[in-house]
Antibody
């Protein structure tokens, strides 16, 4: 079965940094694009970032560009999201999501359960 | 990139059909046949029910169907069941190589 398990969430002060990780199994990780999507408490889904296979391209929402970076380690079946200069509005559940194919335009098919990031003083 | 526009809520009785609209622009919904729909029950992760406008992933009930006309996509659920009560989100690939979601629609089965 396809599984994506996020970790690294927690409480962080405004301006701080946090690194999220996503461990995947059940599919050939290196063959698929992967995404991060977030959901603020009681709100809708918001796209965050995408990484193509082999790190061939990275894409970000305007709201996080320049503050967040995405990386993957295909040898460890791991996706990471490095978040810096965190703001109150970054508070959300962050989902790791598998793409249905190798490129950024592949729809988002399997979702992890998410990890909660709370930015608060 | 502005969010796609969905109605905040829709409702229907068991056995009826409902349709949820999703309106975007010529830079997303109208440009690509990449609209997908997600079902999210409270406290759960989203699950894809429609991909590429009208494709139903394996395991999804054939009561779910999708379509698109111009800048507006639609999700139709026929033969409503209690288990269909959830939040539904549309999503589209965009001309700036990102994805955009709709604001979400809460479906209530009366």
């Amino acid at each position: 079965d396809v599984q994506l398990v996020e970790s690294g969430g927690g409480l962080v002060q405004p301006g701080g940094s946090l690194r999220l990780s996503c461990s995947v199994s059940g599919f050939s990780f290196s063959a698929y694009a992967v995404h991060w999507v977030r959901q603020a408490p009681g709100k809708g889904l918001e796209y965050v970032s995408t990484m193509n296979v082999n790190g061939g391209g990275t894409y970000f929402a305007d709201s996080v560009r320049g503050r967040f970076s995405i990386s993957r380690d295909n040898s460890k079946n791991m996706l990471n999201l490095q978040m810096s200069s965190l703001r109150l509005e970054d508070t959300a559940v962050y989902y790791c999501v598998k793409g249905a194919g190798p490129t950024r335009s592949s729809y988002l098919d399997y979702w992890g359960r998410g990890t909660l990031v709370t930015v608060s003083s | 990139q502005s969010a796609l526009t969905q109605p905040a809520s829709v409702s229907g009785s068991p056995g009826q059909s409902i349709t949820i609209s999703c309106t975007g622009t010529t830079s997303d919904v109208g440009l690509y046949d990449s609209v997908s729909w997600y079902q999210q029950h409270p406290g759960k992760a989203p699950k894809v029910v429609i991909s590429a406008v009208s494709n139903r992933p394996s395991g999804v009930s054939n009561r779910f169907s999708g379509s698109k006309s111009g800048n507006t996509a639609s999700l139709t659920i026929s033969g409503l069941q209690a288990e269909d009560e959830a939040d539904y989100y549309c999503s589209s690939y965009t001309s700036i190589s990102t994805w955009v979601f709709g604001g979400g629609t809460r479906l209530t089965v009366l």
